[in-house]
Every structure is written in structure tokens, then in C-alpha cells.
């Protein structure tokens, strides 16, 4: 008789809704996270540990991943992440990288999952539509608004999305007053700005406080109050308290063994003594995170799979996406506005909410040809003084330092606020960005992940499109000092593709029901699944198929 | 906890001269005229730097950051004790090595301006003109960087970890900090 109904390895946005939903119904479950178990008042708004020291990730020494790029037609050049600008570990704790999350949830639109029917294949890319429709996950986001907490207000605007519900559950967070600057900035230039939705309650939920506002410390920090959204304070809390899940932390899990028939017959893991443990289940359900899902499958050969695990058809791993990420600044200098709108800028608030999707489709200039763009979010730069004062001692022509960066500083602080966009656009799936097994060993002597990236030309091309489109709304606000990136490059903590799921067993890992193809027991529900990631953070979209995927685990269960 | 042996010392000693001869000879506009003796000292139990080590590096310090009556530096926020203390960690060893060895090359770049040490140099202006030619070299910038990198970890990081006392540069700078600060070191993570 097996140990539990179901096995979850991974408790972040994919793992967590499941283990509820089967919980909830009366199943014995256990969710297996490799990493620690940190409860509300361990998280503390310290820049130090947090984001200098990355102390919720794995040590890239003890853990390494590997990297390959690709410049100008050379060579694959190969390194560490560690010693590299490439950081693809996300968060090891009960709740994964939720804990740390902006909680910026845009959902998808219909067009997102049907991209090449609706625009066509592009030239080296790996487009595939979605195996499911825009319809057929809308009950799951609005259910994610109501048990995740989601807060906001629909304004309306060209490409908002369609709900079937009028409104958010939680009304909006309070705003910084330069959220009115943009919409009154936009409207006037014909724009449509809108309300983003985040993950925040802004009002007590349960045993979850509202959002108290820490000085900006949201996105990157971990939530003290149970405010943000993430998956352990809301579904694995609510897990946990059915009686009938078992979260086991700092479970290191090593392979996942089947038997002669090509079942899954048990997981195997490492605990925080490095003693090999196993446990066996009806049901097995992988939410790593899509690098280390595709690690750990390929990892894991056996009778019926040996080249990894649901890999018959070489797929895992493969038609790794990102979200392709471009950014811009400017400050807003006091000396530059009036009395009252200096006493705006001055504002404790910390939430912009400020999105545009005017361009989320737009027509090329040159073929006069609707194709997908993306979104344009704007917010208050980064809250965290010691990575703004490094930025500011760091420039183009050298270090600075002495009276000049204390002269940048009094500025920088005192004397000005700072605003920045983040533009998401599709990372296109292409044959040369995937995830495979290296040489190298971690500290379990385990094969690391090898994650070559390639960009898509036309990443960069929208990028340059949305950027400029963000920096004109800069230009508008009155910013200074604007500064850019415009190349699409793979965002680090948005991350998915490789087992994606579809119709055709022979071009996909996952059936529409994210179940392997190959084999019947397997469950993936992180956003390996996806084809392609639209053109907004991933999160959202990952805890609503979550939901869908557990519904369709309940019926076979 | 992180130390360098006498013999490693030795090694990057060697190291940095060679870095000097081979890449910033050009900068040397005088003969040495100092036979500077090489005291191999080891640092203090507890410490990662030896006496003069400690001493360029503040002094150094002190050019990034520097105290002024309206504003602190680096001396009024115990950036030397925060340094000293994060080198120490296991997982900090390389960067120890990077500092230690910097600390050496800028020693030995002085010496062209009529010192023994960095720290031996009489004023500060004289000090930051070092540094301006010192930092040309793209090596000695990354160290340069480095150590600003910490000093401003002490300066503006939380006094949990032992800099930036009472938060006298926050008040400086009317900086917010999030809530709940950091009761202990680490995030609450390093032992456990």
C-alpha cells in the first residue's frame, strides 16, 4: 500500500493548489520542498541577507547550474552561474519564489493561447498554440482572485481581459499619487492605463493581515503580515489544516523511479541529514520549477524511460521560455515641480499599479501586420539603499566615490523620487534554448542543469517597440536622467516550457490535462507546461492551471 | 572562519607584484627611491587583515566614504569592524582573496609616489589622486569596487549587522527602512 494518495514535489505556484484541492477532498498527500520551512515573522525586510546575499537561494557553490550563451555567430561559451550574470536559482523555501514575488497578476488573454492560428508560425521559433482555451481557465483565475487574494479594479481598457466576474474580490491597495500623474499623462496622449491587480489582500483574510505598507519592501522580500499571496500562506496554510497534507522541507528529491510498466513507483529524496528516503503514491506531481522539473525527469531513467523520465519522444527539456524582459528609469527631481507636486513625490505610499497593454497587439510598421507585443508596468524603483547607492557609484566613466557619490546620494535620496517600467514580451521557444544534464556535480554528486539560452530576434524587436513606447510616458511625467534596456533578455524568475503540454503526444511531454503522455501517474504542474508565456508574469496563469489540473486529478483519482 | 596563512601571503605578495611589473610599470614616474621591507605579519586571531593591510584598506576606506561635518563616512559607521567581520564567513574566502590581494597592489603602487604604504601617503587629497590613477587599471578598479561595495553595506545596511549605528546615515539621507527589520544576521537563516 503506498504512503500517500499523492506526491507533490515542489510547493510553489504549481505544487501548492493541488495539495489543497486533494486535501480538501480527503486524500492523503505530501509535498516534498527541497527547501526551508520559513513562517511569517522569520521574514524581515533585510537587504542584506535577502537580495546582496541571496540567502533564500541555493549556494551556486554547493549547487551550481550551468550556462550557455551565444554572441555574434561564436561559439557556445559555457559557465557557472556563479560566476556568471545568470542567476536561475529562485527561491528554496516551503512556498518557492511566491515568497518573494512582485504579485503583479495580469491574466492571459484568449489570443495567448491560440498564438500560431491566430499570427502564424515566425521563422526559428517553436510556437505551438495551447491544447486549452482562454475559457476553459477563467473559473481558475477568478477562483485564484477569491483564494489567493487578489486585489484591484477593472477601469476598462482595449485589451482588458474577459472575466466572469465585474470586479476584483479586494478592492485596490492604496496608490502613490503618481499613479493619477500616469493616468492623467496617458489619457491625454490617447493611452489606456489600467489598475494592475496584485496578489496583495487589502483587507484581513483568515488567519492572513492586510498589507501594511513596509516602505516599498514587497517584491524580493518575504511577507510578514500574510498580505502577499503566497502559495504557503494561502493554499498549503489551508492544506495543512485539513489534517491530510504533510509538508516535509528540506527534502532534496533525487529521482523519481519507475517501474517495468513505466509507472512511477516512488520518489526518492535526501533530507536535511542527506539520508536517502522514499516515498511511494498513487498519484505523482512534479512542480519544481520548469529547470530543475526538466532536471530531475531527465535524471530520472528507468525500464520503460531511458532518456528520462516521460521523455520517449526527447521533449523534456526542450522549447524553454522565459519572459523577455526590458526595463526603463527616470528620476523625478523636486527641483523640477511645484510645491504640491513635490509634496506627491514625497509619498510613504509604495504601489504605482500602472500597467499599459495598448501594444499588448500591434500592427509592424513595416509588413502592416498584427503581432503580438506586450505589457508595460510601471512602479517605484526599487526600495532597497545599499543596491541604489552601488548603482549610483557604478557609472559608465568609472567609479565614483568621495564628496561626488555623497553629493549623489543626498540627491538621490533627499532630493528626487525614481520610477521605472518593466516591459514583459513572449520569449519565443526556439531549438536552441533548452535545458539539458552537465558534468558537473552539485553536493549530492547529482548532474546540474545546463541551460542554453538563445533569443529570438524578434524579442529584441518588439522590446525596442515597448521600451521606447515606456520611455515616452517617462519623457511626459517630466523624468530625468531616463535610462533603458531594450533587448528581451530572459527574465531569471520567469521561467517554463520544458515539458509542455498538447494534442500530439509525438510534439508534446503533457496532454491537455498536463498528465505525461507516456505516463499515467506523472502530473506536471509548474509552468513547464507552457507552450509559450504570454506576455505578462507567469504566476498567476501557473496557480490557475494548478486548480484546473488538481480538478482533473480529483476526477481520476 | 575565513584566514590567510603566512605562506598564502607570501603567494599573493608575489602575485600582486607581478600584476604591478606587468601592467602598471608605465604609471612609475619616478625610480623606487624606498627599500621598503616586506614584513610577512600575520593578522591578529580574530582578524583577516595584519596591521598594514588594516591600514590602507581604511585609509582607502575613508577616500570612498569620507567624514564630514554635515554628513558621516566611513570611519562613523564601524565600516572597517563590518568588513572585517563579513570576510570572515566561509563563503566570502575568495573575496577575502581579491581584498587582500588589492590591499597589496595599491601598497606597491604607492610606493611610486614616495611611501612604503597607501596609508603613509600624508593627505587625503594626495590620497584620492592615487586612487584616480590607481583605478585606471581595470583589476584595481574591481577592487576598488569591491571595497566600496562593503563600505556601503556598512553604511547604509541595517545596524543589526554592525554599521551605519542607530541608522545615522538613514537619518542623513531621511530613508524609510522596511519593517520588520532584521533581528539577527542572516535573514534568520544561518543557523538554522
Given at each position: 500500500m503506498a504512503d500517500y494518495d499523492v506526491c507533490i514535489v515542489g510547493s510553489g505556484a504549481g505544487g501548492a493548489p493541488v495539495a489543497k484541492t486533494l486535501a480538501a477532498a480527503g486524500y492523503k498527500v505530501v509535498v516534498l520542498e527541497k527547501g526551508r520551512w520559513l513562517k511569517e515573522n522569520q521574514f524581515f525586510k533585510d537587504e542584506i541577507a535577502v537580495t546582496l546575499r541571496s540567502e533564500y537561494q541555493p549556494d551556486p557553490q554547493k549547487e551550481p547550474q550551468v550556462v550557455e550563451t551565444k554572441s555574434h555567430g561564436r561559439k557556445w561559451r559555457r559557465e557557472l552561474t556563479g560566476d556568471s550574470i545568470w542567476k536561475f536559482w529562485n527561491v528554496s523555501l516551503v512556498g518557492g519564489a511566491t515568497n518573494l514575488m512582485g504579485g503583479s497578476f495580469y491574466r492571459l488573454k484568449p489570443d495567448d493561447f491560440r498564438l500560431k492560428s491566430k499570427f502564424g508560425a515566425i521563422a526559428g521559433a517553436n510556437i505551438e498554440d495551447w491544447p486549452i482555451s482562454y475559457d476553459e481557465l477563467e473559473p481558475y483565475y477568478t477562483r485564484v482572485e477569491t483564494e489567493v487574494g487578489v486585489s484591484g479594479r477593472v477601469v476598462g481598457h482595449p485589451n482588458q481581459d474577459k472575466r466572469s466576474t465585474p470586479d476584483f474580490p479586494f478592492p485596490p491597495t492604496l496608490e502613490h499619487p503618481v499613479s493619477g500623474w500616469i493616468d492623467r499623462t496617458c489619457q491625454k496622449n490617447g493611452l489606456h492605463p489600467f489598475v494592475v491587480p496584485r496578489a496583495i489582500l487589502t483587507r484581513n483574510q483568515g488567519t492572513r493581515n492586510q498589507c501594511t505598507y513596509s516602505a516599498g519592501f514587497c517584491a524580493r522580500y518575504g511577507c510578514a503580515t500574510g498580505a502577499k499571496g503566497s502559495s504557503r500562506a494561502s493554499f498549503l496554510a489551508e492544506a495543512i489544516a485539513?489534517?491530510?497534507?504533510?509538508?516535509?522541507?528540506?527534502?532534496?528529491?533525487?529521482?523519481?523511479?519507475?517501474?517495468?510498466?513505466?509507472?512511477?513507483?516512488?520518489?526518492?529524496?535526501?533530507?536535511?541529514?542527506?539520508?536517502?528516503?522514499?516515498?511511494?503514491?498513487?498519484?505523482?506531481?512534479?512542480?519544481?520549477?520548469?529547470?530543475?522539473?526538466?532536471?530531475?525527469?531527465?535524471?530520472?531513467?528507468?525500464?520503460?524511460?531511458?532518456?528520462?523520465?516521460?521523455?520517449?519522444?526527447?521533449?523534456?527539456?526542450?522549447?524553454?521560455?522565459?519572459?523577455?524582459?526590458?526595463?526603463?528609469?527616470?528620476?523625478?527631481?523636486?527641483?523640477?515641480?511645484?510645491?504640491?507636486?513635490?509634496?506627491?513625490?514625497?509619498s510613504r505610499l509604495p504601489f504605482i499599479n500602472r500597467a499599459l497593454q495598448d501594444w499588448y497587439f500591434y500592427a509592424d510598421s513595416k509588413k502592416n501586420k498584427l503581432q503580438k507585443g506586450g505589457t508595460i508596468s510601471f512602479g517605484l524603483a526599487a526600495p532597497g539603499p545599499i543596491a541604489a547607492a552601488q548603482n549610483l557609484a557604478t557609472t559608465p566613466d568609472g567609479l565614483i566615490w568621495g564628496r561626488e557619490l555623497k553629493e549623489k546620494l543626498e540627491h538621490y535620496f533627499k532630493k528626487s523620487r525614481h520610477l521605472h517600467f518593466e516591459v514583459f514580451g513572449d520569449w519565443l521557444p526556439n531549438k536552441n534554448c533548452f535545458v539539458s544534464l552537465d558534468n558537473q556535480k552539485d553536493q549530492w554528486g547529482l548532474p546540474v542543469s545546463k541551460i542554453r539560452i538563445y533569443r529570438h530576434a524578434q524579442n529584441q524587436k518588439v522590446a525596442r517597440f515597448?521600451?521606447?513606447?515606456?520611455?515616452?510616458?517617462?519623457?511626459?511625467?517630466?523624468?530625468?536622467?531616463?535610462?533603458?534596456?531594450?533587448?528581451?533578455?530572459?527574465?531569471?524568475?520567469?521561467?517554463?516550457?520544458?515539458?509542455?503540454?498538447?494534442?500530439?503526444?509525438?510534439?508534446s511531454v503533457l496532454n491537455r490535462d498536463c498528465r505525461s503522455h507516456e505516463v499515467e501517474n506523472l502530473y506536471i504542474t509548474d509552468a513547464s507546461f507552457m507552450p509559450t508565456g504570454g506576455s505578462v508574469p507567469f504566476t498567476f496563469t501557473i496557480f490557475a492551471n494548478a486548480l484546473r489540473v488538481a480538478d482533473k486529478i480529483l476526477k481520476a483519482m | 572562519m575565513s584566514q590567510i596563512s603566512l605562506k598564502r601571503r607570501k603567494f599573493l605578495i608575489l602575485s600582486a607584484s607581478g600584476a604591478v611589473v606587468g601592467g602598471l610599470s608605465w604609471l612609475f614616474f619616478r625610480p623606487r627611491p624606498l627599500r621598503c621591507p616586506e614584513l610577512l605579519e600575520p593578522a591578529p586571531k580574530g582578524g583577516v587583515f595584519n596591521r598594514r593591510e588594516k591600514l590602507t584598506v581604511t585609509a582607502t576606506m575613508e577616500c570612498l566614504l569620507p567624514s564630514e561635518p554635515e554628513s558621516p563616512g566611513a570611519l562613523d559607521v564601524n565600516a572597517m569592524a563590518y568588513l572585517e567581520k563579513t570576510l570572515t564567513a566561509p563563503q566570502m574566502a575568495q573575496k577575502l582573496n581579491d581584498m587582500l590581494l588589492g590591499a597589496r597592489r595599491l601598497d606597491d603602487f604607492a610606493r611610486g609616489f614616495g611611501v612604503c604604504n597607501f596609508f603613509e601617503l600624508q593627505s587625503k587629497e594626495k590620497q584620492n589622486q592615487v586612487l584616480k590613477v590607481f583605478q585606471r587599471n581595470k583589476a584595481n578598479r574591481a577592487w576598488m569596487t569591491l571595497l566600496l561595495g562593503f563600505s556601503l553595506e556598512a553604511y547604509l545596511g541595517d545596524p543589526v549587522y554592525g554599521g551605519n549605528p542607530k541608522g545615522l546615515v538613514w537619518s542623513w539621507l531621511n530613508f524609510v527602512p522596511g519593517f520588520p527589520r532584521p533581528k539577527t544576521l542572516g535573514a534568520g537563516l544561518l543557523n538554522g
Open positions: 485539513t489534517g491530510n497534507c504533510e509538508v516535509i522541507p528540506n527534502a532534496m528529491v533525487y529521482k523519481v523511479e519507475s517501474d517495468a510498466s513505466g509507472k512511477v513507483s516512488s520518489v526518492l529524496y535526501f533530507d536535511q541529514n542527506n539520508n536517502k528516503v522514499k516515498v511511494t503514491a498513487r498519484i505523482y506531481v512534479l512542480a519544481c520549477q520548469a529547470i530543475e522539473t526538466a532536471r530531475l525527469l531527465l535524471m530520472s531513467t528507468g525500464p520503460k524511460h531511458p532518456n528520462g523520465l516521460a521523455n520517449g519522444n526527447g521533449l523534456v527539456g526542450k522549447n524553454l521560455i522565459f519572459s523577455a524582459a526590458s526595463r526603463g528609469s527616470c528620476d523625478l527631481p523636486y527641483g523640477s515641480f511645484n510645491e504640491n507636486q513635490v509634496a506627491e513625490l514625497k515597448l521600451v521606447k513606447r515606456g520611455v515616452d510616458v517617462l519623457q511626459s511625467l517630466g523624468g530625468e536622467n531616463i535610462n533603458f534596456h531594450d533587448y528581451g533578455n530572459p527574465s531569471t524568475n520567469l521561467v517554463g516550457g520544458t515539458a509542455r503540454f498538447g494534442k500530439n503526444s509525438k510534439t | -
